[in-house]
Protein backbone atom coordinates (compact mmCIF):
# COMPACT_ATOMS: atom_id res chain seq x y z
CA UNK A 1 0.00 0.00 0.00
CA UNK A 2 1.32 3.63 -0.61
CA UNK A 3 0.37 7.03 -0.15
CA UNK A 4 -1.23 8.83 -3.05
CA UNK A 5 1.02 11.85 -3.72
CA UNK A 6 -0.60 15.00 -3.63
CA UNK A 7 0.12 18.15 -5.26
CA UNK A 8 0.90 21.19 -2.99
CA UNK A 9 -0.09 23.91 -4.96
CA UNK A 10 -2.84 25.80 -5.75
CA UNK A 11 -2.52 26.48 -9.18
CA UNK A 12 -3.22 23.00 -11.76
CA UNK A 13 -0.47 20.61 -11.58
CA UNK A 14 1.66 20.24 -15.13
CA UNK A 15 2.89 16.63 -14.33
CA UNK A 16 5.13 17.36 -18.15
CA UNK A 17 7.21 19.84 -15.65
CA UNK A 18 10.68 19.16 -15.78
CA UNK A 19 10.74 19.40 -11.99
CA UNK A 20 7.63 16.88 -11.38
CA UNK A 21 9.82 14.28 -13.79
CA UNK A 22 12.80 15.09 -12.16
CA UNK A 23 11.35 14.31 -8.59
CA UNK A 24 8.92 11.45 -9.98
CA UNK A 25 12.25 8.81 -9.46
CA UNK A 26 12.04 9.44 -5.77
CA UNK A 27 8.56 9.05 -5.48
CA UNK A 28 8.71 5.78 -7.55
CA UNK A 29 11.38 4.59 -5.49
CA UNK A 30 10.01 4.78 -2.06
CA UNK A 31 6.17 3.56 -3.36
CA UNK A 32 7.74 0.28 -4.90
CA UNK A 33 9.62 -0.02 -1.23
CA UNK A 34 6.65 0.22 0.68
CA UNK A 35 5.02 -2.47 -2.20
CA UNK A 36 7.66 -4.98 -0.80
CA UNK A 37 6.23 -5.36 2.74
CA UNK A 38 4.98 -9.11 3.29
CA UNK A 39 2.41 -9.90 3.57
CA UNK A 40 0.43 -6.73 2.69
CA UNK A 41 -1.24 -4.93 5.44
CA UNK A 42 -4.91 -4.93 4.79
CA UNK A 43 -7.87 -3.96 7.04
CA UNK A 44 -7.17 -0.28 6.23
CA UNK A 45 -10.32 1.29 5.95
CA UNK A 46 -11.09 3.65 3.15
CA UNK A 47 -11.05 6.64 5.15
CA UNK A 48 -8.31 6.87 7.65
CA UNK A 49 -8.88 8.20 10.60
CA UNK A 50 -8.13 11.11 12.32
CA UNK A 51 -5.73 9.46 15.14
CA UNK A 52 -3.99 7.09 13.53
CA UNK A 53 -3.08 5.30 16.79
CA UNK A 54 -6.41 3.05 16.71
CA UNK A 55 -5.30 1.04 13.45
CA UNK A 56 -2.56 -0.24 14.63
CA UNK A 57 -4.09 -3.59 16.59
CA UNK A 58 -6.32 -3.82 13.41
CA UNK A 59 -3.79 -3.95 11.03
CA UNK A 60 -0.76 -6.02 12.75
CA UNK A 61 -0.72 -9.20 14.16
CA UNK A 62 -0.50 -9.92 17.62
CA UNK A 63 3.35 -10.85 17.42
CA UNK A 64 4.01 -7.86 15.62
CA UNK A 65 2.10 -5.47 17.91
CA UNK A 66 3.94 -7.08 21.02
CA UNK A 67 7.18 -7.04 19.81
CA UNK A 68 7.10 -3.15 18.54
CA UNK A 69 4.48 -1.90 21.19
CA UNK A 70 5.56 -3.48 24.20
CA UNK A 71 9.34 -2.89 25.35
CA UNK A 72 11.74 -0.50 24.81
CA UNK A 73 14.42 -0.75 23.24
CA UNK A 74 17.32 -1.34 25.89
CA UNK A 75 14.74 -4.38 26.61
CA UNK A 76 14.59 -5.20 22.79
CA UNK A 77 18.76 -5.64 22.47
CA UNK A 78 18.47 -7.85 25.85
CA UNK A 79 16.34 -10.19 24.20
CA UNK A 80 18.64 -9.87 20.98
CA UNK A 81 21.61 -10.43 22.70
CA UNK A 82 20.42 -13.38 24.78
CA UNK A 83 19.38 -14.91 21.44
CA UNK A 84 15.66 -15.08 22.95
CA UNK A 85 14.18 -13.03 20.04
CA UNK A 86 15.96 -12.95 16.23
CA UNK A 87 16.73 -10.13 14.47
CA UNK A 88 15.03 -11.01 11.48
CA UNK A 89 11.32 -11.42 13.01
CA UNK A 90 11.61 -8.10 15.24
CA UNK A 91 13.45 -6.10 11.81
CA UNK A 92 9.75 -7.21 9.72
CA UNK A 93 8.03 -6.28 12.64
CA UNK A 94 9.06 -2.81 12.48
CA UNK A 95 8.59 -3.18 8.67
CA UNK A 96 5.36 -3.64 8.55
CA UNK A 97 4.62 -1.46 11.51
CA UNK A 98 6.24 1.60 9.43
CA UNK A 99 4.62 0.53 6.66
CA UNK A 100 1.09 0.99 8.38
CA UNK A 101 2.55 4.33 10.13
CA UNK A 102 3.29 5.64 6.27
CA UNK A 103 -0.09 4.82 5.19
CA UNK A 104 -1.65 7.05 8.33
CA UNK A 105 0.95 10.02 7.88
CA UNK A 106 3.13 9.60 4.91
CA UNK A 107 6.08 9.67 6.68
CA UNK A 108 8.72 7.73 4.61
CA UNK A 109 10.83 8.29 1.62
CA UNK A 110 12.22 4.41 1.68
CA UNK A 111 11.09 1.11 3.30
CA UNK A 112 14.84 -0.52 2.86
CA UNK A 113 12.79 -3.83 2.90
CA UNK A 114 15.07 -6.15 1.12
CA UNK A 115 18.41 -4.52 2.88
CA UNK A 116 17.02 -4.63 6.43
CA UNK A 117 15.83 -8.24 5.52
CA UNK A 118 19.65 -9.41 4.36
CA UNK A 119 21.28 -7.50 7.18
CA UNK A 120 19.12 -8.53 10.23
CA UNK A 121 19.58 -12.39 8.86
CA UNK A 122 23.78 -11.99 8.76
CA UNK A 123 23.32 -10.45 12.35
CA UNK A 124 21.44 -13.39 13.51
CA UNK A 125 24.16 -15.89 11.37
CA UNK A 126 26.98 -14.34 13.91
CA UNK A 127 27.82 -16.79 16.82
CA UNK A 128 28.49 -13.52 18.85
CA UNK A 129 26.76 -10.07 18.75
CA UNK A 130 28.90 -7.32 16.72
CA UNK A 131 27.79 -4.12 18.54
CA UNK A 132 25.68 -2.59 21.35
CA UNK A 133 22.66 -2.18 18.59
CA UNK A 134 23.18 -5.86 17.54
CA UNK A 135 20.00 -6.63 15.90
CA UNK A 136 18.36 -3.53 16.28
CA UNK A 137 16.39 -1.55 13.51
CA UNK A 138 17.13 1.78 13.61
CA UNK A 139 15.20 5.02 11.47
CA UNK A 140 16.87 8.08 10.05
CA UNK A 141 16.05 11.68 8.65
CA UNK A 142 16.38 11.31 4.95
CA UNK A 143 19.52 13.45 4.25
CA UNK A 144 21.45 11.29 6.37
CA UNK A 145 23.91 9.43 4.49
CA UNK A 146 23.92 5.31 5.15
CA UNK A 147 27.01 3.81 3.03
CA UNK A 148 26.35 0.93 0.60
CA UNK A 149 23.41 -1.29 0.94
CA UNK A 150 22.75 -1.00 4.39
CA UNK A 151 25.88 -3.67 4.90
CA UNK A 152 27.94 -1.25 8.03
CA UNK A 153 26.38 0.59 10.61
CA UNK A 154 27.80 3.94 10.13
CA UNK A 155 25.67 6.40 8.26
CA UNK A 156 28.64 7.89 6.79
CA UNK A 157 29.88 9.61 9.56
CA UNK A 158 32.00 7.08 11.72
CA UNK A 159 33.61 3.97 10.80
CA UNK A 160 32.08 1.12 13.21
CA UNK A 161 29.77 -1.30 12.89
CA UNK A 162 27.29 -0.98 16.20
CA UNK A 163 25.14 -4.22 14.83
CA UNK A 164 21.85 -2.24 13.94
CA UNK A 165 19.73 -2.22 11.41
CA UNK A 166 19.03 0.22 9.13
CA UNK A 167 15.08 -0.02 8.13
CA UNK A 168 13.46 3.42 7.10
CA UNK A 169 14.28 6.86 5.65
CA UNK A 170 11.67 9.50 6.39
CA UNK A 171 10.47 13.08 5.15
CA UNK A 172 11.97 16.03 5.65
CA UNK A 173 10.36 19.50 4.29
CA UNK A 174 11.28 21.73 1.17
CA UNK A 175 14.99 23.49 2.06
CA UNK A 176 14.86 21.07 5.52
CA UNK A 177 13.75 24.89 7.01
CA UNK A 178 10.22 24.38 8.16
CA UNK A 179 8.87 23.19 11.37
CA UNK A 180 6.59 20.95 9.71
CA UNK A 181 7.08 18.73 7.20
CA UNK A 182 6.01 19.33 3.56
CA UNK A 183 7.76 19.19 0.42
CA UNK A 184 6.88 19.06 -3.22
CA UNK A 185 8.89 15.43 -3.82
CA UNK A 186 6.60 13.16 -1.37
CA UNK A 187 3.72 16.04 -0.45
CA UNK A 188 2.57 16.55 3.43
CA UNK A 189 3.57 14.35 6.45
CA UNK A 190 0.84 14.20 9.16
CA UNK A 191 0.85 13.77 12.77
CA UNK A 192 -0.32 10.21 14.23
CA UNK A 193 -2.61 11.28 16.90
CA UNK A 194 -4.45 14.28 14.71
CA UNK A 195 -3.58 14.48 10.96
CA UNK A 196 -5.47 17.67 10.77
CA UNK A 197 -2.17 18.47 12.65
CA UNK A 198 2.16 18.68 11.74
CA UNK A 199 4.29 16.29 12.97
CA UNK A 200 6.84 19.10 13.30
CA UNK A 201 9.53 19.79 11.08
CA UNK A 202 11.89 19.19 9.81
CA UNK A 203 12.01 15.67 11.35
CA UNK A 204 8.58 15.42 11.13
CA UNK A 205 9.01 11.97 9.70
CA UNK A 206 11.49 10.86 12.08
CA UNK A 207 8.85 11.73 14.81
CA UNK A 208 5.51 10.80 12.94
CA UNK A 209 7.29 7.27 12.31
CA UNK A 210 8.55 6.99 16.22
CA UNK A 211 5.19 8.45 17.51
CA UNK A 212 3.39 5.70 16.36
CA UNK A 213 6.18 3.43 17.21
CA UNK A 214 7.23 2.30 13.82
CA UNK A 215 10.47 2.93 14.84
CA UNK A 216 11.90 3.23 18.36
CA UNK A 217 14.99 5.16 18.28
CA UNK A 218 16.39 7.38 15.21
CA UNK A 219 18.33 10.01 13.72
CA UNK A 220 17.29 13.83 13.32
CA UNK A 221 18.31 17.31 13.15
CA UNK A 222 18.49 20.44 14.68
CA UNK A 223 19.24 24.04 13.57
CA UNK A 224 16.39 25.53 14.47
CA UNK A 225 14.05 23.11 16.79
CA UNK A 226 14.08 19.91 14.12
CA UNK A 227 14.34 17.52 16.67
CA UNK A 228 12.39 19.21 19.42
CA UNK A 229 9.02 20.38 17.95
CA UNK A 230 9.03 17.58 15.96
CA UNK A 231 9.24 15.14 19.44
CA UNK A 232 7.31 17.63 21.11
CA UNK A 233 4.47 16.97 18.81
CA UNK A 234 4.32 13.31 18.47
CA UNK A 235 4.49 12.44 22.15
CA UNK A 236 8.52 10.83 22.13
CA UNK A 237 11.71 12.29 23.12
CA UNK A 238 14.42 13.83 21.48
CA UNK A 239 17.44 15.75 22.27
CA UNK A 240 19.60 18.46 20.53
CA UNK A 241 22.91 17.93 22.03
CA UNK A 242 25.26 20.87 21.48
CA UNK A 243 26.85 21.83 18.29
CA UNK A 244 29.58 19.85 17.21
CA UNK A 245 29.21 16.80 19.59
CA UNK A 246 27.96 14.58 17.08
CA UNK A 247 29.30 13.74 13.76
CA UNK A 248 27.45 15.30 10.27
CA UNK A 249 29.74 13.75 7.74
CA UNK A 250 27.27 12.39 5.04
CA UNK A 251 24.85 14.07 5.25
CA UNK A 252 23.20 16.01 2.02
CA UNK A 253 21.86 19.39 2.55
CA UNK A 254 22.51 22.92 1.38
CA UNK A 255 24.82 25.60 2.41
CA UNK A 256 27.50 23.88 3.38
CA UNK A 257 30.64 26.02 4.90
CA UNK A 258 27.94 28.21 6.53
CA UNK A 259 29.30 28.53 10.08
CA UNK A 260 26.84 31.05 11.36
CA UNK A 261 24.46 29.08 13.05
CA UNK A 262 25.38 25.60 13.03
CA UNK A 263 22.98 22.15 12.75
CA UNK A 264 23.50 18.88 14.95
CA UNK A 265 22.24 15.47 14.73
CA UNK A 266 20.63 14.42 17.40
CA UNK A 267 18.23 11.48 18.28
CA UNK A 268 14.90 10.60 18.40
CA UNK A 269 13.07 7.86 20.85
CA UNK A 270 9.64 6.60 22.04
CA UNK A 271 11.69 6.57 25.61
CA UNK A 272 14.70 8.44 27.47
CA UNK A 273 16.94 5.84 28.43
CA UNK A 274 17.50 5.09 24.23
CA UNK A 275 18.45 8.84 23.69
CA UNK A 276 21.63 8.37 26.25
CA UNK A 277 22.57 4.71 24.76
CA UNK A 278 22.66 6.67 21.46
CA UNK A 279 25.06 9.10 22.25
CA UNK A 280 27.23 6.36 23.90
CA UNK A 281 27.41 4.31 21.11
CA UNK A 282 28.20 7.11 19.01
CA UNK A 283 30.89 9.02 21.18
CA UNK A 284 32.47 5.74 22.02
CA UNK A 285 33.46 5.24 18.57
CA UNK A 286 35.22 8.68 18.65
CA UNK A 287 34.03 10.35 15.59
CA UNK A 288 36.48 13.31 16.25
CA UNK A 289 39.17 11.41 14.97
CA UNK A 290 37.09 11.51 11.80
CA UNK A 291 35.51 14.52 12.00
CA UNK A 292 38.27 16.64 13.09
CA UNK A 293 35.64 19.84 13.77
CA UNK A 294 33.80 17.47 17.06
CA UNK A 295 34.95 18.53 20.00
CA UNK A 296 36.98 16.22 22.08
CA UNK A 297 34.35 14.53 24.61
CA UNK A 298 33.02 11.10 25.26
CA UNK A 299 29.84 10.28 26.75
CA UNK A 300 30.08 10.41 30.64
CA UNK A 301 26.87 10.10 32.67
CA UNK A 302 26.23 12.98 35.07
CA UNK A 303 25.29 12.74 38.60
CA UNK A 304 23.50 15.11 41.09
CA UNK A 305 24.48 14.86 44.43
CA UNK A 306 21.53 17.22 45.76
CA UNK A 307 18.37 18.36 45.03
CA UNK A 308 17.59 20.39 41.60
CA UNK A 309 17.30 24.11 40.79
CA UNK A 310 15.32 24.59 38.17
CA UNK A 311 14.52 27.67 36.40
CA UNK A 312 10.51 27.40 35.11
CA UNK A 313 10.03 30.02 31.55
CA UNK A 314 7.11 30.73 31.89
CA UNK A 315 6.89 32.75 28.47
CA UNK A 316 9.18 34.61 26.51
CA UNK A 317 7.55 37.60 26.71
CA UNK A 318 7.36 37.45 22.72
CA UNK A 319 4.49 34.90 22.67
CA UNK A 320 2.47 33.80 25.59
CA UNK A 321 1.92 29.76 25.21
CA UNK A 322 -1.56 28.25 24.83
CA UNK A 323 -3.34 26.98 27.99
CA UNK A 324 -2.16 23.27 27.81
CA UNK A 325 1.39 24.59 27.64
CA UNK A 326 1.03 26.57 30.76
CA UNK A 327 -0.79 23.86 32.16
CA UNK A 328 2.36 21.07 31.65
CA UNK A 329 4.47 23.44 32.89
CA UNK A 330 2.49 24.38 36.06
CA UNK A 331 1.84 20.06 36.68
CA UNK A 332 5.78 19.80 36.46
CA UNK A 333 6.93 22.31 38.42
CA UNK A 334 5.00 21.50 41.03
CA UNK A 335 5.67 17.79 40.59
CA UNK A 336 9.42 18.75 41.31
CA UNK A 337 9.02 21.11 44.16
CA UNK A 338 6.55 18.63 45.87
CA UNK A 339 10.38 16.40 45.56
CA UNK A 340 12.34 18.68 47.47
CA UNK A 341 13.93 20.43 44.13
CA UNK A 342 14.03 24.07 43.83
CA UNK A 343 11.53 26.15 41.78
CA UNK A 344 12.56 29.63 40.19
CA UNK A 345 11.41 31.60 38.13
CA UNK A 346 13.28 32.47 34.37
CA UNK A 347 12.61 35.95 33.26
CA UNK A 348 12.75 36.81 29.96
CA UNK A 349 11.94 40.10 29.87
CA UNK A 350 15.55 41.07 30.45
CA UNK A 351 16.92 38.57 28.12
CA UNK A 352 14.95 40.26 25.10
CA UNK A 353 14.58 37.11 22.65
CA UNK A 354 12.80 38.99 19.96
CA UNK A 355 16.77 40.24 19.24
CA UNK A 356 17.83 36.82 19.70
CA UNK A 357 15.09 35.64 16.73
CA UNK A 358 16.30 39.29 14.68
CA UNK A 359 19.49 37.79 15.14
CA UNK A 360 18.82 34.59 13.97
CA UNK A 361 16.82 35.45 10.96
CA UNK A 362 20.53 37.29 9.35
CA UNK A 363 22.41 34.00 10.36
CA UNK A 364 20.03 31.11 9.23
CA UNK A 365 20.70 33.06 5.83
CA UNK A 366 23.54 35.50 5.40
CA UNK A 367 23.28 35.09 1.85
CA UNK A 368 19.93 36.50 1.34
CA UNK A 369 18.57 33.10 0.64
CA UNK A 370 20.40 33.22 -2.58
CA UNK A 371 21.68 29.87 -2.72
CA UNK A 372 18.29 28.32 -1.60
CA UNK A 373 16.80 30.21 -4.37
CA UNK A 374 19.26 28.91 -7.55
CA UNK A 375 19.12 25.70 -6.21
CA UNK A 376 14.84 25.78 -6.69
CA UNK A 377 15.14 27.47 -9.57
CA UNK A 378 17.70 25.11 -11.71
CA UNK A 379 15.02 22.33 -11.56
CA UNK A 380 12.25 25.03 -11.76
CA UNK A 381 10.44 23.87 -8.49
CA UNK A 382 8.09 25.85 -6.98
CA UNK A 383 8.95 27.64 -3.43
CA UNK A 384 6.36 26.36 -0.83
CA UNK A 385 4.84 29.04 1.40
CA UNK A 386 7.18 28.02 4.54
CA UNK A 387 10.25 28.29 2.78
CA UNK A 388 9.47 31.52 1.29
CA UNK A 389 8.13 32.95 4.95
CA UNK A 390 11.61 31.91 6.42
CA UNK A 391 13.49 33.44 3.70
CA UNK A 392 11.27 36.69 3.76
CA UNK A 393 11.98 37.48 7.10
CA UNK A 394 12.77 41.45 7.82
CA UNK A 395 16.31 40.82 8.95
CA UNK A 396 17.02 37.92 6.03
CA UNK A 397 19.66 39.62 3.99
CA UNK A 398 22.59 39.08 1.70
CA UNK A 399 25.45 40.25 3.75
CA UNK A 400 28.53 41.68 3.00
CA UNK A 401 31.67 40.40 4.64
CA UNK A 402 31.71 43.10 6.96
CA UNK A 403 27.73 42.88 7.93
CA UNK A 404 28.66 39.25 8.30
CA UNK A 405 31.18 39.66 10.93
CA UNK A 406 29.15 42.24 12.69
CA UNK A 407 26.24 39.84 12.91
CA UNK A 408 29.05 37.04 14.44
CA UNK A 409 30.06 39.76 16.69
CA UNK A 410 25.94 40.73 18.01
CA UNK A 411 25.62 36.72 18.22
CA UNK A 412 28.79 36.84 20.59
CA UNK A 413 27.83 39.34 22.68
CA UNK A 414 24.08 38.01 22.85
CA UNK A 415 25.67 34.85 24.21
CA UNK A 416 27.72 36.54 26.78
CA UNK A 417 24.62 38.38 27.84
CA UNK A 418 22.45 35.38 28.99
CA UNK A 419 25.98 33.14 29.82
CA UNK A 420 26.19 36.18 32.59
CA UNK A 421 22.45 35.87 33.51
CA UNK A 422 22.44 32.65 34.17
CA UNK A 423 26.14 32.27 36.24
CA UNK A 424 23.94 35.74 38.14
CA UNK A 425 21.59 33.10 39.11
CA UNK A 426 23.75 31.97 42.41
CA UNK A 427 24.20 35.06 43.48
CA UNK A 428 21.12 34.37 46.11
CA UNK A 429 21.64 31.42 47.12
CA UNK A 430 25.28 30.40 46.17
CA UNK A 431 23.47 27.64 43.74
CA UNK A 432 23.03 28.62 39.98
CA UNK A 433 20.01 27.34 37.78
CA UNK A 434 20.99 23.59 36.70
CA UNK A 435 18.70 23.57 33.41
CA UNK A 436 15.74 25.82 32.87
CA UNK A 437 12.18 24.09 31.49
CA UNK A 438 10.39 25.36 29.25
CA UNK A 439 8.07 25.30 26.40
CA UNK A 440 9.57 23.76 22.88
CA UNK A 441 6.56 25.69 21.23
CA UNK A 442 3.62 27.77 22.04
CA UNK A 443 1.72 25.02 22.29
CA UNK A 444 0.82 21.72 20.83
CA UNK A 445 1.35 20.54 17.54
CA UNK A 446 0.38 23.08 15.15
CA UNK A 447 -2.49 23.23 12.53
CA UNK A 448 -0.73 22.66 8.96
CA UNK A 449 0.65 25.32 6.75
CA UNK A 450 0.96 27.63 10.48
CA UNK A 451 4.15 26.96 11.93
CA UNK A 452 5.17 30.63 11.90
CA UNK A 453 6.67 31.01 15.15
CA UNK A 454 10.23 29.47 16.08
CA UNK A 455 10.97 31.59 19.33
CA UNK A 456 10.59 28.83 21.88
CA UNK A 457 12.90 26.07 20.33
CA UNK A 458 15.49 28.18 18.21
CA UNK A 459 16.57 31.03 20.95
CA UNK A 460 18.60 27.42 22.02
CA UNK A 461 20.02 27.29 18.68
CA UNK A 462 21.63 30.69 18.75
CA UNK A 463 23.06 30.40 22.39
CA UNK A 464 23.90 26.67 21.20
CA UNK A 465 22.17 25.33 24.91
CA UNK A 466 21.48 21.29 24.43
CA UNK A 467 17.77 20.76 25.14
CA UNK A 468 16.11 17.65 25.56
CA UNK A 469 12.13 17.30 24.90
CA UNK A 470 9.97 14.93 26.93
CA UNK A 471 6.14 14.18 26.85
CA UNK A 472 4.00 15.29 29.66
CA UNK A 473 0.44 15.36 28.84
CA UNK A 474 -2.22 16.33 26.12
CA UNK A 475 -4.55 18.80 25.47
CA UNK A 476 -7.79 18.24 27.20
CA UNK A 477 -10.38 20.91 26.43
CA UNK A 478 -11.80 20.85 29.78
CA UNK A 479 -8.74 21.77 31.48
CA UNK A 480 -7.50 24.10 28.60
CA UNK A 481 -10.16 26.19 28.04
CA UNK A 482 -9.22 29.74 25.79
CA UNK A 483 -8.64 33.04 27.98
CA UNK A 484 -10.99 35.28 26.39
CA UNK A 485 -9.78 37.95 28.36
CA UNK A 486 -5.86 37.90 27.09
CA UNK A 487 -4.47 40.77 25.06
CA UNK A 488 -1.82 40.05 22.99
CA UNK A 489 1.05 41.75 23.01
CA UNK A 490 2.18 42.14 19.20
CA UNK A 491 1.31 40.63 15.78
CA UNK A 492 2.78 37.42 16.24
CA UNK A 493 1.39 37.02 19.58
CA UNK A 494 -1.73 37.88 17.99
CA UNK A 495 -1.53 35.30 15.53
CA UNK A 496 -0.31 32.57 17.93
CA UNK A 497 -3.41 33.36 20.32
CA UNK A 498 -6.13 32.83 17.53
CA UNK A 499 -4.83 29.54 16.39
CA UNK A 500 -5.93 27.93 19.87
CA UNK A 501 -9.09 26.26 20.00
CA UNK A 502 -9.15 23.56 22.35
CA UNK A 503 -11.53 21.42 20.29
CA UNK A 504 -8.69 21.54 17.77
CA UNK A 505 -6.35 20.26 19.60
CA UNK A 506 -7.81 17.85 21.56
CA UNK A 507 -5.58 15.04 22.52
CA UNK A 508 -2.77 16.29 20.63
CA UNK A 509 0.55 15.94 22.66
CA UNK A 510 1.82 18.17 25.10
CA UNK A 511 6.07 18.14 25.63
CA UNK A 512 8.33 20.55 27.73
CA UNK A 513 11.91 21.08 26.99
CA UNK A 514 14.85 21.17 29.50
CA UNK A 515 17.89 23.22 28.60
CA UNK A 516 21.42 23.30 29.91
CA UNK A 517 24.05 25.47 29.81
CA UNK A 518 26.63 25.09 26.37
CA UNK A 519 28.46 21.50 26.58
CA UNK A 520 26.74 20.11 29.45
CA UNK A 521 24.54 17.72 27.08
CA UNK A 522 24.95 14.49 30.13
CA UNK A 523 23.72 17.46 32.70
CA UNK A 524 20.80 17.61 31.17
CA UNK A 525 19.83 14.22 30.43
CA UNK A 526 20.22 13.86 34.60
CA UNK A 527 18.45 16.55 35.18
CA UNK A 528 15.72 14.92 32.81
CA UNK A 529 15.34 11.40 35.01
CA UNK A 530 15.22 13.45 38.17
CA UNK A 531 11.96 15.64 36.47
CA UNK A 532 10.87 12.65 35.36
CA UNK A 533 11.03 10.50 38.43
CA UNK A 534 9.12 13.63 40.36
CA UNK A 535 6.23 12.85 37.95
CA UNK A 536 6.31 9.61 38.90
CA UNK A 537 7.89 7.40 35.93
CA UNK A 538 11.26 5.26 35.92
Known amino acids: MCVK ?20 PARKLRDDSVAQVQPALSGLPDVLPQNSQRLLREVLTAREFELTENYTANELLAKLQSRE ?10 LRRAALAHAATNCLTELQWDDAIERAKYLDSLPEPIGPLHGLPISTKEHQGTKGRNKTTNASYVAYDAGCVFFART ?46 LGLGGDIGGSIRVPAAHCGIYGLKPSDQRLPLSGAAGHMFGKETILA ?14 FMKVVLDAQPWRLEPALKVAPWIPYRFTRPLKIAVQWTDCVVQPHPPMIRALREVSEACKASGHTIVEW ?12 LLESLFYPDGGKYVRDLMKQAGEPILPLTKWIMEQVHVKDLTMHELWKACSEREAYRMMYAKAWSATADEDGQEVDVILCPPNFGAATPHKQSKYWGYSSIWNLLDYPGVVFPVTTVDPAKDPKDAMYKPRNAEDEFVYHLYDPAT ?21 AALELIENAMGRK
Open 347 to 358: NCGKLNHQKGWE
Open 5 to 24: WLPLMDAPLDISAPWVQKSA
Open 505 to 525: FKDAPVGLQVIGRRHCDEKVM
Open 171 to 216: TQPQAIMHLETVSNIYGRTTNPYNNTLTPGGSSGGESALIGIRGSL
Open 85 to 94: LSSEELTRAF
Open 264 to 277: TNGPMSTDRDSLSL
